[in-house]
């Protein structure tokens, strides 16, 4: 069974750093990509970013190019999301997926709510 | 980036009525569409794939047509656990952008 599990969700200031973690179980990791989707208190899904499963090609969408960098590392089956200079409209829930596009698989969850 | 619109944006019926969603891209995308499903506190849910491919596990009351920009999310015969928030997703290129979602409730 593909299990994902999201940690590091934090109340953090604005301006302020915080890297999210995503641990996975149940599939062969480094076969897959992976990626982060978010979504804002009461909003839609917005895809962040995503990662080839060697971790080489990676993608962000153009609201948090430059601040977030995504990363994995295959011998701990673990994605990350670090994410800096971090803002008031990031705050949000964020998931981890299955899949760089297609995602059949995702985590519970972690919140992230950037407030002073 | 190919943009994602959805109609209605929510909509009430009642238990064993047919439910039709629609979803339309700002470009053509083939048959590279997603369909998912979010209740309340829950992470989404893939439905369908490819347009009309139903993933494993999900009930064939759900079914998903289309092509180009043009799609459909039908739901045949509406259940109490069907209740909740359904979103389109192009899975043609990236960034792939999903669809404003459509609220399912109870009437």
């Known amino acids: 069974e593909v299990q994902l599990l999201e940690s590091g969700g934090d109340l953090v200031q604005p301006g302020g750093s915080l890297r999210l973690s995503c641990a996975a179980s149940g599939f062969t990791f480094n076969n897959y990509a992976m990626s982060w989707v978010r979504q804002a208190p009461g909003k839609g899904l917005e895809w962040v970013s995503a990662i080839s499963g060697g971790g080489d090609s990676t993608y962000y969408a153009d609201s948090v190019k430059g601040r977030f960098t995504i990363s994995r590392d295959n011998s701990k089956n673990t994605l990350y999301l670090q994410m800096n200079s971090l803002r008031a409209e990031d705050t949000a829930v964020y998931y981890c997926?299955?899949?760089?596009?297609?995602?059949?698989?995702w985590g519970q969850g972690t919140l992230v709510t950037v407030s002073s | 980036d190919i943009q994602m619109t959805q109609s209605p944006s929510s909509l009430s019926a009642s238990v064993g009525d047919r439910v039709t969603i629609t979803c339309r891209a700002s470009q053509s995308i083939s048959s590279y569409l997603n369909w998912y499903q979010q209740k309340p506190g829950k992470a989404p849910k893939l439905l369908i794939y490819a347009a009309s491919s139903l993933q494993s596990g999900v009930p064939s009351r759900f079914s998903g047509s289309g092509s180009g920009t043009d799609f459909t999310l039908t739901i045949s015969s509406l259940q109490p656990e069907d209740f909740a928030t359904y979103y389109c997703?192009?899975?043609?290129?990236?960034?792939?952008?999903f669809g404003p979602g459509t609220k399912v409730d109870i009437k």
């Open positions: 997926a299955q899949g760089q596009i297609t995602m059949p698989h």
């Open positions: 997703q192009q899975s043609y290129s990236t960034p792939p952008h």
